[in-house]
């Protein structure tokens, strides 16, 4: 695969982030519309409620997590971009969700200028892992940061893999949705030679599954073969209480406490706390 034009050896390496608590998960897959953000805010709601304190970071230009956790623009002065060109810090920006323990690090759509603008950038692949320094996330006492990142492998996908622990990668059971997963593990692979040498891949999650239906079935079969215990037992079933949710600005858990979708999402956040503890919290 050709190395995007983002990467250079004049790259200054970081292997000083120590990757201690919180852990930064950057929700992520090229492919639009497979279920990033309403993965980042089901499974934050879902770590919130079952005690950590969990920040939602939307890095995509398009706003859906924000506005999905009842953010309009307007309530969006202070965003991620802000924080990024260094204008506020972390602390300033974060917002209460209506969730206890859930907080948000807002969108903004001049993040959409952000790739041409960080391209001549010596430290373009940074911006995000300098916002996030351990300095900065000690003052908010979060336990995991989950990052929405955007549908493609640009420059702000490439921020949130170089600022993160790991990779959560949401796969709707479709036909190409294997090719596309190679993909994202190739930028992986590429992020961490040259700027984060510890990024992993944390798990591949299925969405959308209707098991009644044969592709799905086959998705699911061919993924676990291949993958084996990098995708999460949890799959997340195709139900429509989780597509109205962000419509009323709420999580699942708050809209349809009770619903498959919710449920499902619960199970998620319970099976990665499990695989954490058996890690020594990894
Ligand atoms: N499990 C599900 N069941 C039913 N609908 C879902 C499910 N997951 C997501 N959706 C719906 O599918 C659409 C795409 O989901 P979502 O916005 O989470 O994907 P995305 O990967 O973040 O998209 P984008 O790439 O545009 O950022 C949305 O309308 C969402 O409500
Ligand atoms: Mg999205």
Redo the contacts with the bound molecule.
């Keep these: 695969m050709p190395i995007p034009p983002f990467f250079s050896l004049r790259e200054p390496r970081v292997p000083k982030r120590r990757h201690k608590a919180p852990r930064i998960i950057a929700?992520a897959?090229q492919?639009?519309?497979?279920?990033?953000?309403?993965?980042?805010?089901n499974l934050g709601a879902s770590l919130a409620k079952a005690g950590a304190h969990t920040l939602l970071i939307d890095l995509?230009p398009?706003g859906?997590?924000s506005t999905?956790l009842g953010f309009t623009p307007k309530d969006r002065a202070l965003s991620v971009h802000e924080v990024m060109s260094k204008k506020t810090n972390l602390q300033e920006a974060i917002q209460k969700s209506p969730l206890d323990n859930l907080y948000l690090l807002p969108s903004s759509e001049q993040l959409s200028s952000a790739d041409i603008a960080l391209v001549n950038e010596e430290r373009r692949l940074f911006f995000l892992a300098d916002a996030l320094s351990d300095t900065e996330v000690n003052r908010i006492n979060v336990s995991y940061i989950l990052i929405?990142?955007?549908?493609s492998l640009n420059i702000l996908t490439l921020n949130a893999m170089v600022a993160s622990s790991s990779i959560l990668a949401?796969l709707?059971a479709e036909f190409f949705a294997l090719e596309g997963l190679a993909q994202l593990i190739g930028s992986m692979r590429q992020v961490r030679s040259v700027a984060n040498p510890l990024l992993h891949l944390e798990g591949v999650l299925l969405?959308?599954?209707d098991r009644r239906n044969n592709l799905s079935r086959q998705v699911e079969r061919d993924a676990r073969q291949n993958l084996q215990q990098l995708v999460f037992d949890t799959v997340?079933?195709?139900?429509?209480k989780?597509?109205?949710?962000?419509s009323h600005g709420l999580p699942a858990l708050l809209y349809a406490q009770n619903s498959k979708?919710s449920v499902?999402y619960k199970n998620l956040a319970e099976e990665m706390l499990g695989r954490n503890t058996q890690n020594g919290g990894r």
């Design positions: 929700v897959n492919k639009g519309g497979v279920g990033k953000t309403t993965t980042a805010i995509d398009q859906n997590a999905g929405d990142c955007p549908p949401p709707q969405t959308m599954i997340i079933p195709r139900t429509v989780l597509s109205e949710a962000p979708g499902a």
